[in-house]
Every structure is written in C-alpha cells, then in structure tokens.
C-alpha cells in the first residue's frame, strides 16, 4: 500500500480486478437490455463518476450520457433527509423524451436519492423507462417509503462506511482505485 493511505485505510473490501470484472459484466447485461432502444445514461455526480466511466466502455451500444448532482449528504457519514437535485438544464431535459434511462449511482443506501431521482424524472419529463444501477447496495439501510427496484448492482456490503472508486469521506479518497473500510480514527 502506499504511505499516503495505508494508515488510513482499515480494510480493501472489493479490489480493483474484482471491480472491474463485474462493472464489465453490468456492461454486457446493459448492451444486451437496451439492444435497439435510444439509451441514455444518467451519472449521479460525484461518486458514480468512475462507475460510470468504466460502466459506459463496457457497453457496446450507442448511447447518450449526461450529469446531475444530487446532494444529501454534508461532508461527513450520515444522511440528511432531504435530496437536493441540480446541474440538468432543459436542453437535457428535454433531450431525455421519449428515451430509455439507466440512472447509475455509487450507493444505494437508505434510497433518499434514488427515490427522489426516479420520481424527478418520472414527474418531470416523458422518458421511455428508469432502469437503476448501482455499485453498492446496503441490503439492511433501506428506509420505510424510499424503496427503489435495481435492475443492475454491482455488490451488496454490509452497513459499513467505504470509500475508493468515487466514493468519498469529505470530498477526500474518490481517487482510491479500490473500494475500502477506512480506520476508524479517521471517521469518528
Ligand atoms: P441514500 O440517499 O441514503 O440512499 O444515500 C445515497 C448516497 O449517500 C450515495 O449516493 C452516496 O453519495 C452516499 N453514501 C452512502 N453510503 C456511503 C458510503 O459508505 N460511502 C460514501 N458515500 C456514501
Ligand atoms: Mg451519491
């Protein structure tokens, strides 16, 4: 490991080959779902931003993506309980009529922001379908209310705080190439 991390990180819980092996196959799933349908790929800024770069070259199909930020989270471990969405204009908007959408997002966690996401653009604009992916799935964290169907998931973790591959601790360790477990003493 190297010095800047390895006193900070406690575990690496899903290694970098691993990550890759099933975001190709998230990939194929993807190409083979939407063969011939007009597909456009919604990234949940910041963390899904490396899942969705390595999730899009893993599929073999045209497609279109675009960006939005929804916010819930302020800088430190624990869920606000309102979602923030920002960062879509109308043309985007606009462009998603009538097209299948695979919003992708890093966490599913306690489903505040894919619930608030799906019902934005299930109210907001004629799209042809919302198909979810994540990379983590919390199987115990889901919220009464907030349910949210995955059509494609990378991995389920246990209710543990991870950083890497795009997912932070205070804006910090998206660049970790792995997903990990940081020491406590880091996080408390
Ligand atoms: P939810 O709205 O509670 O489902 O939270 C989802 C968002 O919280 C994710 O998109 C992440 O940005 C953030 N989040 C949840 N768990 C973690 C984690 O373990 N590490 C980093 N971010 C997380
Ligand atoms: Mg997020």
Redesign the pocket.
Known sequence: MREWYESKVAEVLIDQATLQRRVVELGEQITADYEGLPLTVVV?MQ??LFFAADLVRAVDAPLKMIPIQ?S??HGG?A?RGS?VLSGIDDFSLSDLVDRHVVLV??????????RRLIDYFTCEIQVASIGVAVL?R?PT?REAG?EVDLRYCGFDVAD????GYG???QGEYRNLPFIAVLNQEVTK
């Open positions: 949940v963390g899904a929804a819930s989270y471990k869920s979602v997002d890093d966490v599913l966690d306690t489903g505040r922001t894919l983590l919390k964290r907030f543990e705080f991870v950083v997912l932070d601790y």
